[in-house]
């Protein structure tokens, strides 16, 4: 059933989705669960990225939280853009919120640097590239018309194909985005090879090309959704994977790389889990499990890292996870299942903060 005062099959007034707050909390929560193993070494496959070329169901998360941020901006600026504000007016809040995702990103890397006793600090990263790409794409709702916007979209698409052709390789360290990041951060990317003096970031400044798109196209999507177009939204799905498998022999799926054929693939789903998180949570009332994850996204993911780092740098993370799951289940199960039920674990404690935190209605807008 629709929302009261809202026209059938559209957004209701306020703008708010509970659907896109559970996609984006059980987003976040997978993002933990894969981040925080108890063991490195021993990691379900499922849990892992692709090593380079390929997909696994971890290497939907990211851009499916992208996806997710291009829906929520069109929720929210959209709105308030019909009902006759200016777009001047939105352009500062914008640049604030994305200046501090960007600045807890670097500062989580700082902490990260002291708690590892890394050798280099790392410059680019998760929540860089967040602050980056909602920063654009917000901008592009303000300022960009609707047909701009599907023109950016193959524009980026089809340039960043171009561009990663005439860099002649997309093996590891050889391409032209590990190339440009050895050059731009050097020793600060992510990996970085002395012997060869080259380094890749799977954050880095050209493959954030891709992930802009991905941004846009959930841009794209949450205006769809915001005018009850469900038929358009499942039609783009279908679309963007088959165009994705298409593309595929000639440019495969890459993480690392945020290839063209990637972002549609991972679009693809991504819509068709937005439509079905709408339809089961939104219109058919299911419960809407994750929400609390996802009303706190930002704060549950810096929290739990800077957790994480704190137990490292205290020596507590080890014998913890030895003492509480490793001794006693690896005789019995092997070592996989407790590296998973730590990780689980970690979630759930988490689950319990952010509980708590909704429950007294206390939401951290970074």
Known sequence: MSSAGAPPGRVPAGGRL??????????????????????WGHVYAPLLHAQWDGFTPTDLIFPLFLFIVGVSISLALGRQLERGQAPASLQWPVMLRAARIIGLGLLLHLCAY????????????????????????AMVTLYVPVRGQWALIVVLLAGYWALLAAGGSLAPLDNIASRVDTALWGVHCYQ??????????????VSTLG?????????????????????????????????????????????????????????????????LAHGLVDRRGWPAV????????????????????????????????RHGFADWMT??????LPSLAYALAFVGLWWGVVRWLDARKIHFKV
Request: glycine share 12%; aromatic share 12%.
């Open 18 to 39: 509970a659907s896109v707050d559970v996609l984006r909390g059980l987003t976040v929560a997978a993002m933990l669960l894969v981040n925080n193993p108890g063991d």
């Open 114 to 137: 002291w708690a590892f006793d890394l050798a280099h600090y790392r410059v680019p990263g998760v929540l860089q590239r967040i602050g980056v790409c909602y920063l654009l794409a």
């Open 192 to 205: 970085y090879d002395p012997s060869t003096g080259r380094g890749h970031d799977p954050e880095g400044l």
């Open 211 to 275: 992930a802009l798109a991905t941004t846009l196209l959930g841009l794209r999507a949450g205006d769809a959704l915001r005018r009850g177009q469900w038929r358009r939204l499942l039609v783009a799905a279908i679309v963007s994977m088959g165009l994705a498998l298409l593309w595929r022999p000639w440019l495969p799926f890459n993480k690392n790389l945020w290839t063209p054929s990637y972002v549609l693939w991972s679009a693809g789903l991504a819509s068709g889990l937005l439509l």
């Open 290 to 321: 994750g929400r609390s994850f996802g009303v706190n996204a930002i704060a549950a993911y810096a929290g739990s890292a800077f957790m994480l780092y704190g137990l490292v740098a205290l020596g507590w993370l080890e014998p913890l996870y």
């Open 331 to 336: 005789p019995r199960f092997g070592p996989y």
